[in-house]
Nanobody, 120 residues
Framework: QVQLVESGGGSVKPGGSLRLSCAAS????????MVWFRQTPGKDREIIGR????????TYSGVGEGRFTVTADNMHGAAYLEMSGLKPEDTATYLC?????????????WGQGTQVTVSY
């Protein structure tokens, strides 16, 4: 059974940093890309970045403007999203997803999300 569980969200002041984790069980990072998204009410879900251990690549959508870094640790079965210089507009629910590396837009598995709130 595949399970993705995000953690690390919370409230932070503008300019602060957070490191989100996505604990993955039941999948191999060599077979699945790990992808981070964010969602705010009334807006489309935004893709942030993807890490592919199979392809040894990390790609970003531009969301976060270079302030966000995605990584994956196959040994510990976790993907990470490190965010710095947080702004109020980064307030969102952040989700991780797993997509087979051969079908990278087939987001087969999702976590439940973790809330990030950036405010004074």
């Amino acid at each position: 059974q595949v399970q993705l569980v995000e953690s690390g969200g919370g409230s932070v002041k503008p300019g602060g940093s957070l490191r989100l984790s996505c604990a993955a069980s039941g999948i191999s990072f060599l077979e699945y890309d790990m992808v981070w998204f964010r969602q705010t009410p009334g807006k489309d879900r935004e893709i942030i970045g993807r890490v592919s251990r199979r392809l040894s690549s990390t790609t970003y959508s531009g969301v976060g403007e270079g302030r966000f870094t995605v990584t994956a640790d196959n040994m510990h079965g976790a993907a990470y999203l490190e965010m710095s210089g947080l702004k109020p507009e980064d307030t969102a629910t952040y989700l991780c997803a797993a997509a087979p590396w051969r079908t990278p837009e087939n987001y087969r598995y999702w976590g439940q999300g973790t809330q990030v709130t950036v405010s004074y």
